[in-house]
């Protein structure tokens, strides 16, 4: 009896192996990968918690700058061309930006919405080419100058973002946490040296587009980071360019090359020490 019970499972175990084996693949199975990812697609950001002007015991308003060329900011700026579904920060803007999932503004108080065609502007780079010609009449060498524009270009322009957040301490809670308002990406000039801001969006509404664009995470594969986890979880870096003062004035105005940098991070250490200062131990 036993024997052929044996028999039988072995029997019934072989027929659908055989039937796994011969499983037959449609057009829609093929996929780069070994399962389908659902947990990006689907993925919802942390709404920010309700907050009352009462309890705001203090606040400090400062604007950062991330500089792409950072290696622990390349998350942002890779691939600068898509890879795998995966894009960069640049691109995931561009593309919210054209289709109207979110807004962008020319001014950093959000009060000067741009029109589409307005944004198409912005991310359309141009440069200049000298195109070198010989008169067959006079044989003089005639030089005209070329405009080339390519929107695939602002990829690799965009090299830094302008950061504009509020730092705050809650007393019902009892904690020093940070929102971030705004975000203005810049566009490098390479002939000029400087950083040319393209436009203004407004972080909040952002969230759920960002939310839902996986970005590379060096340790694990398999679990992907969003956009929004970096900057909800703060995993940049970046350093103080302005923080609220009676001039309105930058920290490049009243510092320069090392003092700078010494001022921005004594803006964090006031900051950081603001809570660590209510506390006794």
């Not at 400062?62 to 995966?86: A, M, Q």
């Not at 040296?193 to 939310?211: K, N, S």
């Not at 320069?256 to 001022?263: P, R, W, Y």
Request: glycine share 4%; charged share 30%.
């Amino acid at each position: 009896m036993k024997v052929r019970l044996f028999i039988i499972i072995t029997v019934f175990s072989f027929i659908l192996s055989e039937k796994g084996f011969a499983q037959v693949f449609q057009p829609g199975d093929y996929r780069d990968g070994i399962y389908d990812k659902e947990n990006s697609v689907n993925r919802r950001f942390i709404p920010y918690t309700f907050l009352r002007e009462a309890d705001v015991q203090w606040e400090r308003r400062v604007w950062r700058l991330i500089d792409l060329r950072e290696k622990v900011n390349h998350p942002l700026y890779f691939p600068t061309t898509e890879v795998n579904g995966r894009v960069s920060f640049i691109q995931v803007i561009k593309k919210a930006a054209l289709t109207g999932e979110i807004m962008c503004f020319s001014d950093e108080e959000f009060l000067s919405p741009m029109t589409i065609s307005q944004v198409k502007e912005k991310l359309v780079f141009c440069d200049s080419a000298e195109n070198r010609d010989i008169d067959p009449n006079s044989g003089e060498e005639i030089i005209t100058k070329v405009w080339r524009c390519d929107s695939t270009s602002i990829y690799e322009k965009v090299l830094t973002y302008r950061v504009k957040e509020d730092w705050f301490f809650d007393k019902q809670k009892s904690v020093l946490e940070v929102r971030i308002l705004g975000l203005c990406p810049q566009k490098n000039d390479e002939a000029k040296g400087i950083d040319i801001p393209l436009f203004w969006i407004y972080f909040p509404a952002c969230r759920p587009v960002f939310a839902a664009n996986e970005t590379f995470n060096t340790k694990n594969d398999a679990e992907r980071r969003t956009f929004e986890d970096i900057f909800w979880k703060r995993q940049f870096n970046s350093f103080v360019i302005k923080e609220t003062n009676v001039y309105d004035r930058n920290i490049v105005e009243y510092a320069k090359g090392i003092d700078a940098l010494l001022e921005s991070d004594r803006i964090k250490k006031n900051i950081f020490e603001y809570e660590h200062d209510l506390w006794h131990f």
